[in-house]
Nanobody
Framework: VQLQASGGGLVQAGGSLRLSCEAS????????MGWFRQAPGKEREFVAA????????YYVNSVKGRFTISRENAKNTMYLQMSSLKPDDTATYYC???????????????WGQGTQVTVSS
């Protein structure tokens, strides 16, 4: 499974961005997916996850109400709609795929290359 993340960029505080993650190669189901982020000098942090079957979602508290994770299974694509962005959201965002829904990076076997999100104040 190969994952390709895109959609990052530079945005002012309060603005919005939508990240996409397209899966290709030997895709299989069910496969749960998530977004993580890593800021310079910090550990990789869980952001959000979504299950394959019922679309159950889970978010880290700091993004609840601002970010929305979604997916289009027919397109093997996952999204992260980010609104009301803050400078603290600045990081490289990674998409990942797992056989089970999890908030732990070690549970994800497949990772995208990352896309940079920079929020200016």
């Amino acid at each position: 499974v190969q994952l390709q993340a895109s959609g990052g960029g530079l945005v002012q505080a309060g603005g919005s961005l939508r990240l996409s993650c397209e899966a290709s190669g030997r895709t299989f189901s069910p496969i749960d997916m998530g977004w993580f982020r890593q800021a310079p000098g910090k550990e990789r942090e869980f952001v959000a996850a979504i299950s394959w079957g019922d679309g159950y979602t889970y978010y880290v508290n700091s993004v609840k109400g601002r970010f929305t994770i979604s997916r289009e299974n027919a397109k093997n694509t996952m999204y992260l709609q980010m609104s009301s962005l803050k400078p603290d959201d600045t990081a490289t965002y990674y998409c990942a795929a797992s056989a089970k829904l999890s908030i732990y990076a070690q549970d994800y076997a497949y990772w995208g290359q990352g896309t940079q999100v920079t929020v200016s104040s």
